[in-house]
């Protein structure tokens, strides 16, 4: 095959974003897409189930798959977690190691690094939030990498700015092998919007509370119906957490959290769904949900999907 056969060759593939919690991962991939599918929050681990981010191009097709920050588990919902994150490694074509260039290998590093013995998959080494350092510590930041382990690329990119993305795509789109397009050209995520929903619900929560809800937090969806007048999509939701106490502090004085937690959610969701949206959400407490397994698979932690 000649050389401008080759050119014309349609790749596509799957890209995992492997990474600590709280490196960028979410912003990458909303970055990438061009509109928000993966929740971004200053929290850790806000990330819990894969998120497929679909990117078509006219040559090829990227797959991209955002895992939960790898970390050591302390309850059920960690291990499921984890188990996702981990997963992911071994049905990808490139894996992105995401780091975060103003915190140096620690750690936390080297726990993933161990992850990824005998795993045969390119790596790359992504050294995210750049705009935040100065050019010359990036140096000694690609550097201390390098000493660690043999990446078959090392990027540094500003997932926040868009510096050098387009280009760490060109490098990722080298090594996916020739294949069909999987998905519809106009399709950006294989999540369906009621899922998209509940995480846009549930990042405004994480927004506007302090450190004593987030990770025991979650949003089912419990109706979405189009009004009969097709102008108006009617969206009820329920915030589960697992204390009284937290249960005020979403609702907040005189019901002007969650009212808040509403306003800015219902922003996102109308340009999600190009609709005007009618959004009731409720609070509800489950004690100890995070570690029972039949609340983790009502509320879409499900092992067996992954």
Do not use: C
Not at 67 to 77: S, W, Y
Not at 189 to 218: G, M, N, W, Y
Request: aromatic share 8%; glycine share 6%; charged share 30%.
């Amino acid at each position: 095959m000649n050389s401008e056969a080759n050119e014309q060759e349609y790749k596509s593939g799957f890209i995992s974003i492997i990474g600590r919690p709280n490196v960028g991962k979410s912003t990458f991939i909303n970055r990438v897409i061009g509109q928000k599918i993966a929740i971004m929050s200053d929290k850790p681990q806000t990330t819990r189930n894969k998120v497929q981010g679909v990117l078509t191009t006219n040559n090829a097709q990227f797959i991209f798959i955002d895992t939960p920050g790898i970390h050591k588990p302390k309850h059920k919902l960690g291990d499921f977690m984890m188990k996702v994150a981990q997963n992911t490694l071994k049905e990808v074509d490139v894996i992105l190691f995401m780091v975060n260039a103003e915190e140096g290998y620690g750690r936390g590093e080297e726990f993933i690094l161990e992850k990824f013995q005998n795993i045969k998959t390119p790596i790359f080494l992504i050294i995210n939030k750049i705009d935040r350092i100065h050019p010359d510590a990036l140096l000694s930041v690609i550097d201390s990498y390098k000493e660690k382990y043999e990446f078959a690329e090392i990027v540094p990119i500003s997932a926040l700015e868009g510096n050098n993305v387009d280009n760490l795509l060109d490098i990722i789109k080298n090594y996916l092998p020739a294949g069909p397009q999987y998905y519809p050209a106009d399709q950006v995520t294989d999540h369906p919007e009621r899922f998209i929903i509940t995480e846009l619900i549930r990042e405004k929560a994480l927004h506007l509370t302090r450190e004593e809800v987030p990770h025991s937090l979650a949003v089912v969806m419990d109706k979405m119906e189009r009004k009969s007048d097709k102008e108006m999509i009617h969206v009820m939701a329920t915030i589960i957490v697992e204390r009284d106490s937290q249960k005020g502090i979403i609702i907040g004085k005189q019901g002007k959290m969650l009212k808040e937690i509403g306003k800015r959610a219902r922003v996102d969701i109308e340009n999600l769904l190009g609709s005007k949206v009618f959004l009731e959400l409720w609070v509800k407490v489950q004690k100890d949900w995070r570690n029972k397994a039949s609340q983790l698979r009502d509320y879409g932690f499900r092992e067996d999907e992954y």
